[in-house]
Nanobody, 127 residues
């Protein structure tokens, strides 16, 4: 069992930066692929980024590639999402998610592929 906690989020001006973090409790964080998703107002949840257990593999949605960076620190049981050059369209509730993969280099972009979810944190980008 894994519990994911996401502090942070907040209000930022367009063009600004924000870093989200997500800390996992429980065992074997390094055996999980981690992902970030977001749900804009009135829209469905969408994939943002994913990182494998080793950090060797990452994948980004086209809308954030080049602006967002996903990373993790397995010693701290934490995954990060560095968001730069933020746009109004990035406004959403952001969720971290965990998928058990052992030591396989597996990345998943669909929400149904993840076993555990954080509670979500609001990010608002003012234009």
């Amino acid at each position: 069992q894994v519990q994911l906690v996401e502090p942070g989020g907040g209000l930022v001006q367009a063009g600004g930066s924000l870093r989200l973090s997500c800390t996992a409790s429980g065992r074997s964080f390094s055996n999980y692929t981690m992902g970030w998703f977001r749900q804009p107002p009135g829209k469905d949840r969408e994939f943002v980024a994913a990182i494998s257990w080793s950090s060797e593999s990452t994948y980004y949605a086209g809308s954030v590639k080049g602006r967002f960076t996903i990373s993790r620190d397995n010693d701290k049981n934490t995954v990060y999402l560095q968001m730069n050059s933020l746009k109004h369209d990035d406004t959403a509730v952001y969720y971290c998610a965990a998928k058990w993969t052992g030591t396989r280099e597996v990345l998943t972009t669909t929400s149904g592929g993840y076993n555990y979810w954080g509670q979500g944190t609001q990010v608002t980008v003012s234009s």
